[in-house]
């Protein structure tokens, strides 16, 4: 495998994380915040990869919200 095959191996890769992170965030938007609060509790006692990968949507969905200054924390179903 050359570099050029090995830089889009990487970017495709990087895209279909970015894709995933990004429909857990939406998925995780959408649960009402008490069920968060235990299913974050769940996955701390229980496991930390998943913690980890919790952390990652928490900071994706946070930096999406600083790209819109006027999310108003409602659902994507609710906005419309």
Same mark, same amino acid.
Do not use: C
């Given at each position: 495998? /050359?570099? !050029?095959?090995? #830089? %889009?191996? /990487?970017? @495709?890769? #990087?895209? $279909?994380?970015?894709?995933?992170?990004?429909?857990? $965030? %939406?998925?995780?938007? /959408?649960? *009402?915040?008490?069920?968060? !609060?235990?299913?974050?509790?769940?996955?701390?006692?229980?496991?930390? !990869?998943? *913690?980890?990968?919790? /952390? @990652?949507?928490?900071?994706?969905?946070? !930096?999406?919200?600083?790209?819109?200054?006027?999310? @108003?924390?409602?659902?994507? @179903?609710?906005?419309?």
């Amino acid at each position: 495998m /050359n570099d !050029k095959e090995k #830089i %889009e191996e /990487n970017d @495709s890769l #990087i895209l $279909a994380w970015d894709q995933y992170i990004q429909g857990q $965030a %939406e998925l995780i938007e /959408n649960i *009402r915040p008490e069920f968060q !609060k235990v299913i974050q509790t769940y996955f701390m006692k229980n496991n930390k !990869k998943v *913690r980890d990968v919790l /952390n @990652s949507i928490q900071e994706f969905t946070q !930096k999406e919200e600083l790209k819109d200054p006027f999310h @108003s924390g409602l659902t994507k @179903s609710e906005k419309s």
